[in-house]
């Protein structure tokens, strides 16, 4: 039998994938004929940002693991590539990688539509909970399930719209270190969803019996485990294990009237002295994120809080998405973005932060926002698909604790020093807003498994000559999609926090789900960052042992795209 997209069976070595081997096949016009009474439909993909589409691929919505395996066995035989999708809101080319695929074998399976079982499980000892979730869950309603059972998570991205399978993907994190004093909480980590992994059942080559099979691995005991809880598309995952911790409601007060000198002050600084930095508020609660408007100069900065009791001053609120203004987008920014993109008035960049900073300021206080308490998940997602669509980069800073205000205040400088000299040049590229949170890194000690090791491919997997960084600087920068000379700035920025952040007293790292390895014109491209920088920062050995453990668990590449295969090689 012929092997995966025309290339001879037997296995690959890593760095010969198929679709450097050989021209792929076209797709069939007619629908593909699949396993087990499995329907190909016509789908088109639009990925978050609009900046991947195609105007119809085929899919199907696969029902079971055993579906799944099934259909990796069809599509090894046929010379196709399975590409998992959750709610396709991702940014990175990991489902796929643009109109270049349009008529290859490339078929997308739904998880959204069958896969979407949750059950409480027996935890491990050292965790109050456990529950077994097939990966087309979304966040929102794992949440809420585990919630019902007085369970929750401390770090969540900020939409809930986003499924479990392309959240683990991905090494999804939220914003949360330990407060002054607070501390450790059992089932809890402070890194990202793919440390909550007890257990990965996922499709995978058996060599034994030349066959694709779903298999279960454990953390801990089994090192494909920790491949698989952050693969970055190299994977097809039918369900997981996740340990979860107490649910304990949040506070989360916003603040709009601090400027971004004072809370990206440098450490020393006079200004620093005040009680008002970045650091500071981390310090205090463990949970911030700063919203940083292009050219606007006081951030809406949002500071949660571990809050048993309502405190006085707060409201109580039942559901998640408490900021109605930023989730739909008000006349005037839609005024202004419409001219910017119509008229190409990108020089309207200031006058559009401006607005969207006067309309979180109004919209905090008209909608009594800016003091909130309730159960932590109803304030961990905050951001509905119905927000604006933005590209965005994105990348960790993986510090000292100690260090963080050190990195905010570098990042911030340079920042708005390029905004303003490109602004007197007649340059906007950035139209939309800075985001920065901290998180932990995913220690090993917060995972209930025994023996547990980091997830091989974790963003903020602990460097091993690194022993001291404690947390991880998020830093993203947002703007329009079609923004001119974005894609240049963007490359200057990598370049600046490549140098700036070299793994000195803090080293960068890629976060996979969004903009990173740009050129002047393009995102996802600079083959150095790619094929060095990237693997380099994990470590030579590190990085060849996860994508060792990938290569050998799809030895014929079913799951993966020519992105994954420039990237996940060695
Ligand atoms: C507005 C917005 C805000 C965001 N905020 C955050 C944030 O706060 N923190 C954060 O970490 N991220 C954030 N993200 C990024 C988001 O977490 C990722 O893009 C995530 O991958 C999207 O999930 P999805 O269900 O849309 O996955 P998709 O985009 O559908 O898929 C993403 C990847 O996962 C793979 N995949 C999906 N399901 C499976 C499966 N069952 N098995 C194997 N692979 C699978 C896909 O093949 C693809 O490679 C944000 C995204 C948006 C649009």
Not at 124 to 132: N, Q, Y
Not at 178 to 190: K, N, S, V
Not at 523 to 535: F, K, L, S, Y
Request: contains cysteine.
């Amino acid at each position: 039998m012929g092997g995966a997209l025309g290339v001879p069976g037997g296995v690959l070595s890593s760095g010969a994938h198929p679709s450097a081997a050989a021209a792929p096949a076209a797709a069939p016009s007619l629908p593909p004929e699949l396993p087990a009474g499995l329907e190909a439909y016509r789908t088109p993909y639009i990925n978050w940002a609009g900046e991947i589409t195609h105007h119809g691929l085929w899919a199907c919505a696969p029902r079971t693991g055993q579906d799944l395996a099934d259909l990796a066995n069809w599509a090894h035989g046929n010379g196709w590539r399975l590409r998992a999708r959750g709610k396709a809101h991702n940014w990175s080319p990991l489902t796929i990688t643009g109109p270049t695929e349009s008529d290859q074998r490339v078929l997308l399976l739904d998880t959204t539509r069958h896969l979407t079982r949750m059950e409480l499980v027996t935890p491990p000892a050292g965790a109050p909970g456990a529950v077994r979730a097939q990966t087309g869950v979304t966040l929102e309603a794992l949440t809420e399930f585990l919630a019902g059972h007085g369970l929750g998570v401390t770090n969540t991205p900020a939409p809930g719209e986003l499924t479990l399978g392309g959240t683990l993907a991905i090494d999804a994190h939220g914003t949360s270190v330990p407060a002054t004093g607070e501390t450790a909480r059992p089932g809890h980590t402070y890194g990202t969803l793919s440390n909550l992994v007890l257990s990965v059942t996922a499709v995978v080559w058996d060599a034994a019996r030349s066959t694709y099979v779903v298999r279960t691995f454990h953390r801990g005991s089994d090192k494909e485990c920790e491949a698989l809880a952050a693969h970055v598309g190299r994977g097809l995952v039918a369900e997981v294990v996740l340990q979860a911790g107490e649910e304990m409601p949040l506070r989360c007060q916003s603040r709009v009237d601090l400027s971004s000198d004072e809370l990206f002050a440098p450490p020393g600084s006079a200004l620093a002295g005040r009680g008002n930095t970045f650091a500071d508020f981390l310090d205090r609660s463990g949970r911030v994120e700063a919203i940083w408007f292009a050219f606007t100069d006081k951030p809406w900065l949002k500071v949660w809080s571990l809050s048993p009791e309502r405190p006085p001053t707060a409201r109580t609120v039942h559901h998640p998405y408490n900021y109605p203004f930023s989730d739909s987008v008000p006349t005037p920014v839609a005024r202004l973005a419409g001219r910017m993109l119509g008229e190409a008035a990108w020089y309207l960049a200031p006058a559009f932060g401006a607005a969207q900073y006067t309309v979180a300021a109004t919209g905090l206080a008209a909608t009594f926002a800016t003091d909130l308490w309730g159960a932590a998940h109803n304030l961990q997602f905050y951001l509905r698909p119905t927000t604006l669509r933005e590209t965005a980069n994105g990348y960790a800073v993986l510090t000292r604790r100690a260090d963080v205000q050190r990195v905010v205040s570098q990042f911030a400088a340079y920042y708005s020093e390029q905004l303003r000299t490109r602004a007197a040049r007649g340059e906007f590229p950035v139209n939309g807003q800075v985001e920065i949170r901290v998180g932990g890194l995913d220690r090993p000690e917060e995972s209930a498994a025994p023996g547990a090791r980091p997830p091989l491919l974790s963003v903020v997997r602990p460097p091993v000559d690194r022993p001291e960084f404690d947390c991880a600087v998020w830093i993203d920068v947002l703007t329009q999609p079609t923004t001119p000379g974005a894609h240049a700035f963007y490359r200057d920025l990598e370049r600046f926090l490549l140098a700036t952040f070299d793994g000195g007293y803090a080293l960068t790292r890629v976060e996979w789900s969004k903009g990173w390895a740009y050129t002047d014109t393009e995102a996802w491209a600079d083959q150095e960052v790619i094929g060095t920088t990237v693997p380099s920062s994990y470590g030579p050995g590190q990085w060849a042992e996860a994508i060792g453990v990938l290569d050998r668990l799809d030895p014929h590449s079913v799951f993966g795209n020519a992105f994954t295969d420039r990237l996940l090689r060695v």
